[in-house]
């Protein structure tokens, strides 16, 4: 056993993440838009040092939309900072198309990635198309004229009327402050968006609106998604993949499908209790009725 300086136990472990489907997870390198390897985070020094993640390896396929999950405390949110290169690893690496997020330019950077964060994060003192236009009056490069224009385009790609545009925050219902958020999110049109729990907040009919929105932005943009998530609702209407938290690394990477017939103790609370069977409920029954209408074959008397 190798113990390093902060008293935390080096020594080679098993592979850190498993896929369901086989292997170990990972991607050919052209497939892979973010590669998270043999990452760890520790937080504080000496006696008082924390560990949050150790070994863990995760890869982000170009096109999908992958969903952390993990009780409190697994450093989901702290992965999405890796991403965006607010904290540094203190071991392992985080890459972006090849190159360590935490050495990317400031600048531009929300050319690379936009941030939907979960409670929205618009600037109080701004009306909306000037939080939309944000971003990209930043860069200084274009005149004032283009910029609202660009703005006003992302206003109402997310469904949002040109009369909304010199509303302020506090005049905003929440489901309208997540759009507002998301099209700041996509003024430069990034290839990768992270998101922060989207549809905390909303009532059963605003999170399926805005998972729909998602899902046409998605598909529209060709956008990559890291999103983090309590809502099963939500994981379930968007995923692509589903990438689980536990033990300080991810533990098993998959389909939705799969990862609940991953075994787990964290799986099984999490997908298989009252709530995860509530929210597998219209899920399962499509499937139901379609195996209730496939032919039988004749039984003999």
Known sequence: ????TTG???????????SVAGGTGTAPQDDVLVRIDKLWTIFGQGAEAFT????LDLDVRRGEILTLVGGSGTGKTVLLRHILGLTRPSRGSVTINGVAAADLPSAGASARMGMLFQHGALFSAFNVIDN?????REQDSLPDAVVRDAAMVKLQMVGLQPEHALRMPSDLSGGMIKRVALARALIMDP??????????????????????LLLDMHRELGLTVVMVTHDLDTLYALSTRVAVLAEKRVIVVGTPDEVVHFKHPFIEQFFLGERGLRALEPLQA???????QAPHPARSC
Do not use: K, N, W, Y
């Open 1 to 4: 056993m190798t113990i390093d």
């Open 132 to 136: 939309i236009a944000f971003p990209l």
């Open 191 to 212: 290839p990768l968006l992270l998101l922060d729990e989207p549809t905390a907040g909303l009532d059963p009919r605003g999170s399926d609106e805005f998972c729909e």
């Open 286 to 292: 499509p499937a139901a009725a379609t195996a209730a």
């Open 52 to 55: 949050v993640h150790q070994d």
């Open 8 to 18: 935390i136990d080096t020594t080679a472990r098993e592979p850190a993440v498993q």
